[in-house]
């Protein structure tokens, strides 16, 4: 069937409907548009990668289809958990509530380009909600499916979000160490190392050591403090024409991140970063309205319906989503979407592989409201380039996207003929 008859028939899930009704970008309207039919006949993980014998937590799922386009998506962490939960979906035997999944898959046969219905039938079928390993593999899975559109268009994925809002975007490094010095040690030598390469801010976690100590149920007046140290000498080496982010990693409760906060407004960081748990926005609610620091709100949640609450609470004023976990590049747009009617801007959580990076490059040059973009010295320097051939370029602190196809990444064969990953097959027809 071509895609011109197919965009009258297909149900309400599809990305040809969406197409249809002007629910997508006009350069990825036109892409379903134009490219031909496909149908995924084969699935397979690239898993196990490993880096100078270091394991390393990112994990690749491919999709084939049926016209010899390949789509690569990524996600991380927990990777036994989301291939098992991606073989689940291969093999279910169960019926929905609609009897109509009986002995099928959700996935192989299935049109290469829906986007939407797997997204749902995952949730629907994990009696899980929005989170965990099914939310995981669901983002590789659609990361692909922009890969295989990208590819049959013949177009990068930022134009089929829209095009270029940016030329570059500028990052941030994240980490407490990077080319052998620490912050406890080296914080003005670090800070000037980065500065010199133009990367325009560090996120550091200066108060885990004693979030962990306490449980983040109290914090002294000598640990706030002590825990001050480490931006107090970044503030005093860089001047003002640096940012700092502090990450703490839900790790307190409500009393202590009102302290803490209001420890940090004189240095007026970049902002604080999963202060609290991530279960409770009315908490983040009052701690944004009873400090003068910015407050962001968290790789941890995913689908829109999560930040949708994080939005009309006003529980956040910068928010953090990672394309690898919140549902991928299609839900990462509706949420980037939502969050600019309330004039609020983002910044991307990249701590996965090359292709979270690349793919949160994608969507920050077609976003209006991109505030700054996470990175990794080390990874993209030293690690990346093992994995991919093409790392996306970071020149004075800025980087640009890939103008491939799809995510435009040529993969390096080393790493599988190395042993340092090994390619499972999930399911083939």
């Not at 039919?37 to 196990?48: A, G, N, Q, S, Y």
């Not at 990052?171 to 407490?176: A, C, F, I, K």
Request: with cysteine; proline share 3%; glycine share 8%.
């Amino acid at each position: 069937m071509e895609r011109r008859n197919f965009l009258k028939t297909a149900g309400l899930a599809s990305l040809g409907t969406m197409a249809a009704s002007g629910m997508l970008p006009e350069n990825a309207t036109v892409a379903v548009n134009t490219v031909p039919d496909m149908k995924i006949t084969k699935i397979d993980v690239v898993r196990d990668m490993k880096f100078k014998g270091q394991r390393l937590q990112q994990m690749w799922v491919r999709l084939y289809t049926d016209n010899g386009i390949v789509g690569v998506g990524e996600t991380y962490w927990n990777t036994n958990a989301q291939v098992g939960v991606l073989k689940d979906k291969l093999h279910m035997g169960n019926l929905n509530v609609n009897n109509n999944i009986l002995g099928k898959n959700l996935l192989l046969g299935r049109d290469a380009l829906n986007m939407t219905t797997p997204m749902d039938e995952f949730r629907y079928e994990s009696w899980g909600g929005s989170s965990g390993a099914d939310m995981k593999i669901i983002s590789a899975i659609n990361m692909a499916q922009w890969d295989i559109l990208g590819k049959a268009a013949n177009m990068p994925i930022y134009k089929l979000l829209g095009g270029k809002y940016r030329d570059e975007q500028r990052l941030y490094n994240t980490s407490n160490a990077v080319a052998g010095m620490n912050m406890n040690d080296d914080a003005e030598k670090m800070t000037k190392w980065l500065m010199d390469k133009g990367i325009k801010g560090v996120k550091i976690w200066p108060y885990d050591e004693t979030a962990n100590k306490n449980q983040g149920a109290y914090i002294t007046l000598a640990e706030r403090d002590k825990c001050l140290d480490w931006v107090k000498r970044i503030r005093n080496t860089a001047g003002k024409d640096f940012e700092i982010a502090i990450e703490c990693h839900t790790r307190w409760n409500l009393p202590s991140a009102l302290k803490i906060a209001k420890d940090l407004e004189p240095y007026e960081v970049m902002w604080i970063e999963d202060i609290l748990g991530e279960d409770n926005m009315d908490s983040y609610a009052t701690l944004c309205r009873d400090t003068s620091s910015t407050i962001a709100v968290s790789e941890r949640l995913a689908t829109k319906y999560r930040f949708r609450e994080v939005l009309e609470r006003k529980a956040a004023d910068i928010i953090i989503l990672d394309i690898a976990w919140c549902g991928g590049i299609s839900e990462a747009k509706k949420i980037v979407d939502m969050a600019d009617t309330y004039y609020i801007p983002f910044a991307t959580h990249n701590f996965g592989g090359p292709l979270l990076w690349v793919s949160s490059i994608h969507l920050g040059t077609a976003a209006k409201n991109c505030f700054i973009t996470e990175s990794s010295w080390e990874m993209y320097n030293n690690v990346f380039p093992y994995f991919i051939k093409n790392v996306p370029k970071v020149v004075d602190g800025f980087v640009t996207p890939l103008e491939g196809p799809g995510l435009g990444v040529e993969f390096s064969d080393e790493p599988i003929k190395n042993g340092d990953a090994i390619v499972e097959i999930i399911g083939e027809i």
